[in-house]
């Protein structure tokens, strides 16, 4: 595609009502109740744009718009009939929450939340994880390890905070998930639906090696601090271990729910 400078609208000012609008996705109160979000850097905006999800416009320098993964963004704009606008680098900085931005981002309308399909496999449950890093990180395990959807109990972080968009890196986007709803809310729905629920905990009995599961199944993980809390285990059909050597007490939450995930699904059932 030939680069045509003339397209994308000049933006020169903080003060224009778009750049205030996705400044304000910034703030976390304000973020929490908008229709929207951001959307930061080249990989991500296309991601947006491939996932099919609502990019209501583009913001970027014009160095960005002249980069190979910046044309392909202006070309996907023009079919999505996206609106482009060439802003200062100052702009981008005031936007960026990046140390080194790309200069590019994009404000995009936020992913429907909605109670997974679920005829069979497995859900993730994830009670109050409150780590953006952490959350990002298992949107992206659970779509490379085949978990057909997340809910996310009251008291977890934001899906849409800045950082767990990164670290999803476009998972986000493709994995059906709930939110805001207590985790006896899940567990009533899971069993709706015929299906099991496992706790992944410190001290457990049943190893998750090896375990046999059925057709439907909820895997749960707990908050950073305090893991699963002893009410959900116990609501659960079984607590399950995952096996370390050495004096490894414990593992980082995404680090065990994606070994549990893999274990649990793509271990038993290769794919």
């Not at 609208?9 to 109740?33: C, D, E, G, T």
């Not at 202006?74 to 702009?91: D, G």
């Not at 936007?95 to 497995?122: C, I, N």
């Not at 893991?227 to 490894?248: F, H, N, T, W, Y």
């Amino acid at each position: 595609m030939t680069f045509d400078a003339s397209k994308p609208q000049l933006i020169q000012s903080a003060n224009n009502s778009m750049v205030k609008h996705a400044y304000s996705l910034k703030v976390p109160k304000k973020l929490k109740f908008a229709e929207d979000f951001l959307c930061e850097g080249f990989h991500l905006v296309l991601e947006a744009f491939k996932s099919d999800l609502r990019v209501r416009f583009v913001f970027a320098t014009a160095e960005a718009y002249h980069h190979p993964e910046g044309q392909q963004i202006l070309e996907l704009a023009k079919r999505n009939k996206t609106r482009c606008f060439e802003v200062t680098p100052q702009i981008i900085s005031y936007l960026s929450e990046t140390v080194t931005p790309q200069g590019m981002l994009a404000v995009a309308q936020k992913v429907e939340t909605h109670y997974p399909d679920f005829d069979s496999g497995f859900l993730l449950g994830i009670y109050q994880v409150q780590d953006a890093g952490n959350m990002g990180t298992l949107f992206r395990s659970a779509e490379a390890f085949g978990i057909k959807g997340l809910l996310l109990t009251e008291g977890c972080c934001d899906p849409f905070n800045s950082k767990v968009v990164r670290s999803a890196m476009g998972s986000l986007f493709r994995v059906p998930f709930m939110t805001g709803k207590s985790w006896g809310e899940y567990m009533t729905w899971s069993k709706e639906n015929n299906a099991s629920s496992y706790a992944l905990a410190q001290t457990a009995s049943d190893n998750l090696v090896g375990k046999k599961f059925g057709a439907k199944n909820v895997l749960w993980v707990g908050s950073e601090g305090e893991g699963v809390p002893a009410e959900l285990a116990e609501a659960c059909d079984s607590r399950l271990l995952i096996p370390m050597k050495g004096q490894v007490e414990s593992l980082n939450v995404a680090v065990a729910a994606s070994i549990a995930m893999f274990q649990a699904n793509m271990g038993q059932n290769p794919q």
